[in-house]
């Protein structure tokens, strides 16, 4: 069965991270399940065609049309669909992003297929694709399977890992002619969001996140400065966030931003279950906490029971020492 990854945004030839990851999880899929790898270049990731063979696509079906220059779903939804009818049954991925949350709910209906959201997995077991998403606010993971043959799975940012790309892999690049008409959505504003040293948090390799143990703004700062010196990004608890202390794009969890980066640290976040859900698959996951007993223990690779206010001066001017800064 063929693997369809859906594609969008990137920078120029380069496909973007999370299509890349897309790509590099198709490509080892597809090893087991047999089938080609397809990817859908949509809108001005029609730049990324090439890009996209390189990170393991056998074949890119190009979809551009005035249509897709705006983040409209509908839009990108019919686009997909189009490369989806071209591709026969099969497992169609699509990146966990804001627009893919849209996308794929609208596509799976298109397609008459099943659809499993919010994936942090998918395997080839038994001769069929199974999907493993958290559940009950990440306490528990459920192994889903689709009943129809075409399926569409909404991946996790970070849930699959980008190949080596192979620069002049041999592929097929072909530009599909569509008519698509207008979404009934009208985008009537644009804003940046604000990032600390050009790193997302949903990219971001260090994730520092902060809550309501930290006691206020002020130590946020700290945690501004770790994140600079190891490359990462602040997160924060919702606690943290209602209570002014950071901005909500910072929070991390059920309603909040899912990351998954190599090291997640944890200050002063109690370990609720909402919270866990956004960061439960991260690579390392260390936790500073006072209170041995927090739920955060549970899910840590390390943790550190004291107050934040000894040990993190202490790690800042050890991680200072060791950057040179
Ligand atoms: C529908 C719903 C959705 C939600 N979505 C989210 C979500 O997306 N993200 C999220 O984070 N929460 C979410 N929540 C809220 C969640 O249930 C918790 O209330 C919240 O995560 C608690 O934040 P916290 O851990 O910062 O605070 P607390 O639970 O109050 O924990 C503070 C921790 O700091 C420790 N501490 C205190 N002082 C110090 C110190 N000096 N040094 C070290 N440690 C210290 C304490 O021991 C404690 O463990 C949601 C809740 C609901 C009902």
């Not at 369809?4 to 198709?26: F, K, Q, T």
């Not at 209602?242 to 090291?263: E, F, M, N, R, Y």
């Not at 223990?297 to 001066?313: M, N, Q, S, T, W």
Request: some cysteine.
């Amino acid at each position: 069965m063929n693997i369809v990854v859906i594609g969008w945004g990137g920078d120029g030839h380069a496909p973007s991270a999370a299509v890349r990851e897309l790509l590099g999880g198709a490509r080892r899929l597809a090893q087991q399940s047999g089938g080609q790898v397809i990817g859908a270049a949509l809108g001005g990731a029609a730049k990324a065609a090439t890009g996209m063979i390189e990170y393991g696509a056998d074949r890119v079906l190009i979809v551009d049309h005035p249509a897709l220059a705006e983040l409209d779903a509908e839009a990108y939804a019919a686009a997909a669909h189009v490369v989806c009818d071209q591709a026969g049954d099969a497992l169609v991925l699509v990146p966990g992003d804001r627009l893919g949350w849209e996308v794929a709910p609208r596509l799976a209906h298109r397609l008459a297929a099943g659809l499993v959201t919010d994936c942090l997995a998918v395997d080839w077991e038994g001769g069929r694709f199974v999907m493993t998403k958290p559940v009950y606010g990440g306490k528990a993971m459920a192994k889903l399977a689709a009943r129809t043959a075409t399926q569409v799975a909404l991946v996790r940012a970070r849930a699959m890992e980008p190949l080596e790309p192979q620069t002049g892999r041999a592929g097929d690049v072909e530009a599909l002619n569509v008519n698509l008409s207008p979404g009934r959505v009208k985008l009537l504003e644009r804003k940046q969001e604000e990032t600390q040293g050009q790193v997302r948090l949903e990219d971001a390799p260090v994730v520092v996140s902060g809550g309501r143990g930290l006691g206020g703004p002020e130590p946020f700062r700290m945690l501004e400065e770790i994140a600079q010196l190891v490359g990462g990004a602040v997160g924060a608890s919702l606690a943290a966030v209602d209570a002014g202390w950071i901005s909500p794009q910072h929070q991390v969890g059920q309603t909040g931003k899912s990351v998954a980066p190599d090291l997640y640290i944890a200050v002063g976040i109690s370990g609720a279950s909402q919270h866990v859900a956004g960061m439960s698959n991260s690579k390392t996951i260390v936790a500073i906490n006072k209170d041995p007993e927090a739920p955060i223990f549970r899910v840590a690779h390390i943790g550190v029971v004291g107050d934040y206010k000894e040990v993190l001066p202490a790690f800042v001017a050890e991680l200072r020492k060791i950057k040179g800064a």
